[in-house]
């Protein structure tokens, strides 16, 4: 499965955004989603997970309570909604697929598909 994100740019602090990652595939409708960052200089690291039917959700400390993912499996997409933004937020941002539902929701390792990741900036 190919998958393609978008939504990234620039925003000041306080700001929002909102990722949406559209897949190739209607089988990814069946696959636990994720989303990670990387910032410069640092390891990729997970932002937020979704299981297959929307009802499981999982954020990484950092964003809990900022970020909210959900996706529309008519639409074969998943969404990243950031809001209050700080400049600790800039990194790229990957969307992933686990295909071989290996249930490491919080994992790198735990996602066999991933996207070309698209550049959110947070300005001070």
């Known amino acids: 499965v190919q998958l393609q994100a978008c939504g990234g740019g620039l925003v000041q602090a306080g700001g929002s955004l909102t990722l949406a990652c559209v897949a190739s595939?209607?089988?990814?409708?069946?696959?636990?989603m994720g989303w990670f960052r990387q910032a410069p200089g640092k390891e990729r690291e997970f932002v937020a997970g979704?299981?297959?039917?929307?009802?499981?959700?999982y954020y990484a400390d950092s964003v809990n309570g900022r970020f909210t993912i959900s996706r529309d499996n008519a639409k074969n997409t998943v969404y990243l909604q950031m809001n209050e933004l700080t400049p600790e937020d800039t990194a790229v941002y990957f969307c992933a697929a686990d295909s071989s539902y290996s249930g490491n929701y919080y994992l790198v390792t735990g996602y066999n598909h991933w996207g070309q990741g698209t550049l959110v900036t947070v300005s001070s």
């Open positions: 979704i299981n297959w039917s929307g009802s499981s959700t």
């Open positions: 595939e209607r089988a990814a409708s069946d696959y636990t």
